[in-house]
């Protein structure tokens, strides 16, 4: 899932649905969806607290979401998340979860729900049964749609007790954070619990708007900056640096049993199973990788736009997520499309010169 920026991460074991979340020391991966703290600079010591505090809320929640998908029951205890940003924060009143003003009436994601749990656990080779890392894909799968369940019912009015969502109560009160794309982030991680392979290009951006494109919609909601064009902006760049994130983690994808290439691809360019589990990338497979870099890159350029519409803070942040992309596709290309001898990421001063260029596009 999409990888953010903010030192969060979540603590399951037992029952993960009802532990708090957190991790103040780790960078963890988030996607889908949300930002690497190498690659995407968007957890901003220079943004006011207001909006840190908000940021750090929702990446709370994805990074927990993420957690659920990957592995509920196998996190150590963690002590809560707290603001990595500045100085702590003082304390404010709680604040009442909103109305359900957002919430859809029909399912949100418009086509009929695949229950996780009545397919068969797969192994990394795909075959039926086997043990391996999906092996407690129905207990992911129910701990997702207790979470979810807690997450509706605070729009509908019933005050959270999950300290993820308590702590994210404010941020949709004040920001009018909408259901639907929460949702859709609960839903990547219960398609992660079926779905391990991707036959097309298309298929994997299908999957990105629910594992990525989400996070940006959300951001916008919390600089109140959205808008449908700018969402639709927004959501080639939040692919884009969904598919960069893919790249980057080929190995430890592949591990997981994942494999975020699509099958098209590989099978076009000959690349094999032992290919990916190399420890350095054929020239075959660095073919498709190359193939993948370049339309992150269009996906990039067609998003990038939305910079030139925001103001203020929000110019400032999006810029950063755009710069952290085009930083890491120039890191994939310096290491000549290998992700596997040794995963590629971008330096400081690079991501710092890609910043300052985004910024200089003018206003639209």
Not at 33 to 41: I, R, V, W, Y
Not at 80 to 94: G, I, K, L, M, Q
Not at 178 to 206: F, G, K, M, S, W
Request: charged share 25%; hydrophobic share 40%; net charge negative.
């Amino acid at each position: 899932m999409l990888e953010l920026t903010g030192n969060v991460s979540s603590q399951p074991p037992g029952d993960p649905a009802a532990q708090p979340s957190g991790d103040p020391a780790a960078q963890r991966r988030i996607p889908q969806a949300a930002l690497s703290g190498e690659n995407f600079p968007v957890a901003l010591r220079i943004l006011p607290g207001t909006i840190r505090r908000h940021l750090l809320a929702l990446y709370t929640y994805a990074r927990y979401v993420d957690d659920l998908g990957d592995e509920p029951a196998q996190r150590p205890n963690r002590e809560p998340a707290t603001d990595p940003f500045s100085e702590p924060a003082t304390d404010s009143p709680a604040r009442p979860p909103v109305d359900p003003f957002s919430r859809p009436a029909l399912d949100p994601f418009n086509e009929p729900a695949q229950d996780p749990a009545s397919e068969p656990a797969r192994d990394p080779g795909g075959e039926p049964g086997g043990p391996g890392p999906y092996d407690d894909a129905a207990t992911r799968s129910a701990t997702l749609r207790r979470f979810e369940e807690e997450l509706r019912a605070m729009y509908d009015g019933v005050p959270p007790t999950h300290p993820v969502l308590v702590g994210l109560a404010p941020t949709v009160a004040d920001r009018r954070l909408p259901l639907e794309p929460l949702c859709r982030l609960i839903a990547a991680n219960q398609r992660d619990q079926v779905v391990h392979r991707y036959d097309t290009y298309a298929d994997l951006v299908d999957y990105c708007r629910l594992s990525a494109d989400p996070v940006g919609e959300l951001v916008l909601h919390i600089f109140e900056a959205q808008s449908p064009r700018r969402i639709a902006q927004s959501n080639h760049i939040c692919t884009a640096l969904q598919v960069i994130e893919h790249l980057q983690d080929v190995a430890e994808d592949y591990a997981r049993g994942r494999i975020y290439l699509p099958q098209d691809d590989l099978a076009r360019h000959g690349v094999t199973p032992a290919d990916l589990a190399a420890s350095y990338a054929s020239p075959a497979l660095r073919a498709v990788i190359r193939v993948q870099a370049e339309r992150a890159s269009a996906a990039l350029d067609a998003g990038a736009p939305l910079v030139g519409t925001l103001h203020g803070w929000a110019r400032l942040a999006v810029a950063g997520y755009v710069a952290g992309g085009r930083a890491a596709l120039a890191a994939l290309s310096r290491s000549d499309h290998d992700p596997l001898a040794r995963v590629p990421r971008p330096t400081r001063a690079g991501t710092a010169g890609q910043w300052l260029k985004t910024l200089i596009v003018r206003p639209a």
